[in-house]
């Protein structure tokens, strides 16, 4: 009798654990999405660009443990680069091509668009810069039906310690350093919920101005207050290493289910600042130029899903993200908009795109850029055009249109025209 009773209570906890793991197995992953500011590859462990390079464990860390995108194309400023990633849409059908351009309100953002179509399953969250609704203030995240949301309305701070912070439709002043504020709003946030949860957390580090942060955070040493007359480079890399510290922080703080079930999104949103590039990019190739310095940026995936590790060399723009986090989220899509999903990436070797585009205008200037993988053409408004051979020339040195094309240039020239008339039209 005993027996049979022992035998009764193993079998039903087997079924309770086997019921438990079924239920972990297909429950949602959590999503945290982290845009670094004005961070190119020249600031950033794992690339060959640059000599000097901060102290980043924990982006590493996410690095390491996953996927690094080496061809990921982002926009030449921040508020495009936003607007292409949130609708899936490239910026000349948005009109949003350079900072401080408007998102209009009837567009239907990434997250609406989750819980569209996934029955409201997912809390949503933006936190840190949002930087896409121009100067107009009563436009937020929440009017585009995001959850919540808490940060800085345009592009930069004056002060790193002396802040405008907007949430719950209202303004403060915030004299925490930005940094460590928006990692803990952060961490508040994802405290309080109890479903899966999509954190778009857009730290405004390391843009300008160089505000040291606090010692704890950095370990360039005792920096005194920034001022023109010294490098700014320390100061730059300590922004970096402060951002990577409070990275570790949210990321220490989550329980160790949670954790392995949260997938987590690190990039930068575009170039590096001229006055702190390095080598071998030019000062007038990185931000605010499509030169590979300016949209060529860090991008690494980890955590639950992703299953493969090292170097991808896809061609993925950031209007990618939409569609990849859709699907992510369990919307049974793999291509929308200007959109195409990388997800499948995460556990195969395959091939997502044969072209990658981005763009830029302003009141000075207006151009656009396609590339193949190998060969890159750039498009100005003007009638100017350069090419360049990425595989013998990454950082776009010599222009190959001053001398005459060989077959194979002039019909990969042909191509890409193609391609940018499909695109623009």
């Not at 399953?121 to 808490?150: Q, R």
């Not at 439709?169 to 999509?198: C, M, S, V």
């Not at 200037?365 to 590339?371: E, F, G, K």
Request: proline share 5%; hydrophobic share 35%.
């Amino acid at each position: 009798m005993k027996k049979a009773l022992y035998f009764l209570i193993a079998i039903l906890c087997l079924s309770c654990k086997t019921n438990q793991n079924k239920k972990s197995a297909n429950k949602k992953p959590n999503i945290l999405f982290i845009i670094a500011d004005d961070m190119g590859k020249d600031a950033l462990a794992g690339y060959t660009e640059g000599t000097i390079k901060p102290h980043t464990p924990n982006i590493d860390s996410i690095r390491k443990a996953g996927l690094s995108f080496n061809n990921f194309w982002t926009y030449p400023t921040c508020s495009p680069t936003r607007a292409s990633m949130i609708t899936g849409k490239y910026g000349y059908r948005t009109d949003v091509r350079w900072a401080n351009q408007k998102l209009n309100e009837s567009e239907i953002l990434l997250q609406k668009y989750i819980n569209q179509n996934t029955n409201n399953s997912y809390a949503t969250a933006v936190v840190g810069k949002w930087h896409i609704s121009g100067y107009d203030t009563t436009i937020n995240p929440e009017t585009f039906g995001i959850d919540y949301y808490a940060g800085i309305f345009i592009g930069s701070v004056k002060d790193y310690y002396n802040w405008p912070l907007s949430e719950k439709g209202k303004q403060t002043t915030a004299t925490e350093y930005t940094t460590k504020k928006f990692t803990d709003l952060a961490f508040n946030w994802i405290n309080k919920q109890e479903k899966p949860w999509f954190m778009w957390l857009a730290y405004n580090a390391p843009h300008t101005p160089f505000h040291v942060p606090p010692a704890e955070m950095h370990s360039q040493g005792n920096l005194p207050p920034y001022t023109e007359n010294v490098d700014p480079t320390p100061y730059f890399m300590a922004s970096i290493e402060a951002m990577d510290f409070q990275i570790g922080k949210l990321l220490n703080s989550l329980s160790k289910e949670e954790k392995e079930n949260t997938i987590i999104i690190f990039m930068g949103d575009n170039g590096t600042e001229p006055i702190v590039t390095q080598d071998p990019y030019n000062k007038n190739q990185v931000k605010r130029s499509l030169y590979q310095g300016g949209i060529n940026m860090p991008l690494f995936v980890s955590g639950k899903g992703v299953e493969r590790k090292g170097i991808d060399n896809n061609l993925i723009t950031t209007t990618d993200m939409f569609a990849t986090i859709a699907e992510i989220a369990g919307v049974e899509i793999d291509e929308i908009n200007d959109s195409k999903s990388f997800k499948t990436l995460f556990s195969e070797k395959k091939s997502i795109r044969k072209y990658q585009y981005s763009e830029m205008k302003n009141e000075k200037n207006d151009a656009w850029t396609i590339s193949n993988g190998t060969y890159k053409l750039l498009v100005f408004v003007n009638g100017k055009e350069e090419m360049y051979n990425l595989s013998t020339d990454p950082y776009e040195k010599n222009n190959i249109l001053n001398s005459t094309l060989n077959s194979i240039e002039k019909k990969s020239k042909e191509e890409l025209e193609i391609e940018l008339l499909r695109i623009r039209n």
